[in-house]
C-alpha cells in the first residue's frame, strides 16, 4: 500500500489547510484511515482517524477545529484544518490499516508527510 499526502504549507494562525491522502497499490481492504503529526524532538502523534464505517475520532488538541472524511470508493482520505494554531505546526503523516489479501493481517501503512506550518 503506497500513501501519497498532499496538501501542506505555510498559512497565518487562524487559517485554514485541507490535506489529501490518496492510497494505492494491490490491497484486499482497507479498514481505518488517518493522520498523525510530529514535531522535531517529539513523539508521533495522533491527529484523528476514521473507520471504514466512517466514526471519526481526534486528539482533543485538534476537536472543534480539524474534521477528517474518507472517500472509500476513492481510497482517499482528508483532513479539513481550520483555526489553525502556531503549535498545530508539524509534519503531518496519513496511515491507513490495511489487508493485503483477504487472508493476511492487517498492517499499518504511512506515507511519508507533508510540512503544515503555522505562523503568527
Known amino acids: 500500500v503506497q500513501l501519497q499526502a498532499s496538501g501542506g504549507g505555510s498559512v497565518q494562525a487562524g487559517g485554514s489547510l485541507r490535506l489529501s491522502c490518496a492510497a494505492s497499490?494491490?490491497?484486499?481492504?482497507?479498514?481505518?484511515m488517518g493522520w498523525h503529526r510530529q514535531v522535531p524532538g517529539k513523539q508521533r502523534e495522533m491527529v484523528a482517524g476514521?473507520?471504514?464505517?466512517?466514526?471519526?475520532d481526534y486528539a482533543d488538541s485538534v476537536k472543534g477545529r480539524f474534521t477528517i472524511s474518507r472517500d472509500s470508493a476513492k481510497n482517499m482520505v482528508y483532513l479539513q484544518m481550520n483555526n489553525l494554531k502556531q503549535e498545530d505546526t508539524a509534519v503531518y503523516y496519513c496511515?491507513?490499516?490495511?489487508?493485503?489479501?483477504?487472508?493476511?493481517?492487517?498492517?499499518?501503512?504511512w506515507g511519508q508527510g507533508t510540512q503544515v506550518t503555522v505562523s503568527s
Open positions: 476514521i473507520s471504514l464505517g466512517g466514526t471519526p
Open positions: 497499490g494491490r490491497f484486499f481492504a482497507i479498514a481505518r
Open positions: 496511515y491507513s490499516w490495511a489487508k493485503i489479501t483477504y487472508d493476511s493481517m492487517i498492517a499499518d501503512y
